[in-house]
């Protein structure tokens, strides 16, 4: 498993916060991220330092167009970076990478946001179908869904 090609992503906000905190601990992975992902180009200068890092736009369901255009580059990491697996801290144009990932038949790992405490987020309810390992922050919210898992808070 040391060769095994992580990429790890998040868009501004919570999500990133959550992601960073998640990757204080990533020298206690098998193998540390090796392609860092985010949604604005402030955010890239943080992840820069860490290793190669991409820019996908933002997008949501009141801004649609910036998710094609979030799949096109989705499409181009999966095509020449071929990581193993996506971990996320979610949001929308994450989900369209994992969702392309899972296409090129890769592993994803979905941790929902720590803000949705009675319910999954928007995009969580659409990964809950895809992920290989879903994790959310509410130890509750894990024991109404039997896909999801509960590991702890992040933040």
């Known amino acids: 498993m040391k060769n095994l090609k992580i990429c790890v992503g998040a868009s501004a906000?919570?999500?990133m916060n959550q992601l960073l905190r998640l990757l204080?601990?990533?020298?206690?992975w098998p193998s540390g991220p090796s392609i860092y992902i985010t949604t604005q180009p402030e955010l890239a200068g943080k992840l820069q330092k860490k290793g190669k890092t991409y820019v996908i736009g933002e997008c949501n369901r009141y801004h649609p167009f910036g998710a094609i255009i979030a799949l096109w580059r989705a499409l181009g990491i999966m095509i020449v970076d071929k990581p193993d697996?996506?971990?996320t801290t979610g949001s929308l144009p994450l989900a369209l990478?994992?969702?392309v990932a899972k296409l090129f038949g890769k592993k994803v790992v979905?941790?929902?946001s720590i803000a949705n405490a009675e319910k999954f987020s928007m995009?969580?309810?659409l990964m809950y179908r895809f992920a290989d390992l879903f994790l959310t922050?509410?130890?509750e919210l894990a024991q109404a869904h039997e896909k999801a898992e509960f590991a702890g808070a992040i933040l």
């Not at 204080?24 to 206690?28: L, P």
Request: hydrophobic share 40%.
């Open 13 to 15: 906000g919570g999500h």
């Open 24 to 28: 204080d601990h990533a020298h206690d």
């Open 85 to 87: 697996v996506v971990i």
């Open 97 to 99: 990478v994992c969702l």
């Open 110 to 112: 979905w941790i929902d």
């Open 123 to 125: 995009s969580g309810r």
């Open 137 to 139: 922050q509410w130890e």
